[in-house]
Every structure is written in structure tokens, then in C-alpha cells.
């Protein structure tokens, strides 16, 4: 915590932040012409925040991209709430107005989600977590049938609906280093099962089929899981209700893995 505080306090690397706000998933070019700062100036601000973990960078090609994390000032927020107040007001969700759900300028950031969280865990409790139906169930609400091999397909239930499609895949498996699959088909039944609406399925209906990218690495005690879901087109429906759903969702398993429970629903 002491490191985020430390990175706060210096008004470049607010502005920073304040960029990435505005407009998420920026390379350091970008950055540097955006605040007109010299390109050392930027890169040595950009270090801190990340060694804060405030800042998430994701390689597209030979870019690095710069995207906002807000689990450090989550963890903030969380020191001076109690139990009841962290389930009611789902602080990682909130803190999505400010720092996720900005309008975003360049196809890159319009296109994926990215966001890192460290977990007292080890990548063996994580991967099951994000696999076994027994784990899945308590923090999503999800359970999955798969034996989780790449290119094998897999089925989906939520909200009492099946859904199945032979384009819901594993599209990669590295036990307890990396996993990866294709999102799921909006059905009209799951659309009604959650209250979506009709509206809603046919416009995410009509999008290319998205993915979600699970990283898994080891940080000594803990492991830093990062989650890339991208594949979106710029202006895509599903990619708007996923950055309200995954940081809420994240935290809860999270906290199922460090303290045995997940979070309250809100």
C-alpha cells in the first residue's frame, strides 16, 4: 500500500493515470505526445505506477500497451470498510466508473479488457478455481464441462441454462500457467433467464465471437493473474457489459480463494 500511496503523490503520474482515464490501452508514444513530456520522463513514471501495480501493460505485437488497474486503490477503499459495506457496495465495481468505463478513442482499447490482480494462492488452487464446477459455482455462478484440452469443445450452465455451440472451445491449455476460450453463444434463453432482453441478444448475436485469456504467474507466496478478453469490434454490446461484470466477478474469487467464501451478491 505504501507503494501506491508513493505513486500518487507525484503530479506527473497523475496526469498519467488521468490520460489513461480518458483513454485506455495507450503505447508510450502515445502517452508521451498526449502530455508532451519527455519520453525518460514518461517511461520512469510509467515504472513506478507499474511496480504499484496501478498501471497493467499488455504487448499487442511490438507495442506495449498501457492500460489503468484498479484493484490498488480498491485495496484502499477496503482498508477502512467493513465486511457489509465492501458486499453492498461492491468497490471494485464502482471503482469501474472512474477508471474503466471511460469512452474509449483508439481500436486497440476499444477491443479488449485487460486486468491484473495478485492472489494469495498458488497457480495450482487458481487454475482449479477457473475450472472446476465446484469453484466456479460459488464465485460466478457458472459451471463448465470440459476436459479442457486445446480445440476441445465446451458447454456452459448459468441461471439454470445449458448452453452449448462447436465454436465454444479451448483455444489454449497450459496447466497452471495459461488458459484460454472462446466466449459463450447468446441464447435466447439465457438473454431471458437474465433479464437482457431481446434487444440486447440480437445486437451481441451479431458480434464476431470474443475470448478470454487467463495468464497465471507466480509472485512467491501469491500469483499475478492477468485477464485479457478481447476480440471485440470498437462499439461492441458485449464488450461493455463484461467491464461492469469481471471486476466484480474477479474480486470474489479472490477473496473465495483467501478466505474460503467469495463476496456477498450485492
Not at 240 to 255: I, N
Amino acid at each position: 500500500m505504501d507503494e501506491v500511496f508513493k505513486a500518487l503523490a507525484d503530479p506527473g503520474r497523475r496526469r498519467l493515470l488521468d490520460s489513461l482515464d480518458a483513454r485506455n490501452g495507450q503505447s508510450l508514444r502515445e502517452l508521451c505526445a498526449e502530455l508532451d513530456m519527455a519520453r525518460q520522463s514518461v517511461s520512469k513514471h510509467l515504472a513506478v505506477l507499474e511496480a504499484a501495480n496501478l498501471v497493467t501493460t499488455v504487448w499487442r505485437g511490438r507495442e506495449k500497451l498501457h492500460y489503468l488497474n484498479a484493484v490498488p486503490i480498491n485495496a484502499i477503499a477496503d482498508r477502512w470498510m467493513n465486511k457489509y459495506d465492501r458486499g453492498r457496495a461492491s468497490a471494485l465495481a464502482d471503482l469501474k466508473t472512474a477508471l474503466e468505463d471511460s469512452t474509449m478513442a483508439t481500436e486497440d482499447s476499444e477491443t479488449a479488457f485487460v486486468y491484473r490482480t495478485y492472489i494469495n494462492t498458488t497457480p495450482e488452487k487458481l487454475w482449479q478455481a477457473l475450472t472446476d464446477p465446484a469453484f466456479t459455482r460459488r464465485y460466478w455462478g457458472v459451471t463448465f464441462e470440459s476436459d479442457w484440452r486445446a480445440g476441445s469443445e465446451m458447454s456452459w450452465e448459468q441461471f439454470g441454462v445449458r448452453i452449448t455451440d462447436p465454436e465454444q472451445v479451448v483455444v489454449e491449455s497450459e496447466p497452471y500457467r495459461r488458459l484460454s476460450y472462446t466466449w459463450h453463444t447468446m441464447t435466447p434463453e439465457f438473454a431471458e433467464a437474465t433479464g437482457l432482453g431481446e434487444e440486447y441478444r440480437l445486437k451481441a448475436a451479431a458480434e464476431e465471437r470474443s475470448k478470454v485469456t487467463f495468464e497465471i504467474e507466480p509472485m512467491g507466496p501469491a500469483v499475478k493473474l492477468t485477464v485479457i478478453h478481447d476480440g471485440f469490434r470498437p462499439g461492441s454490446t458485449i464488450l461493455s457489459s463484461v467491464r461492469e461484470g469481471w471486476p466484480a466477478l474477479l474480486s470474489s474469487l479472490k477473496t473465495l480463494l483467501e478466505t474460503g467464501e467469495p463476496l456477498p451478491e450485492p
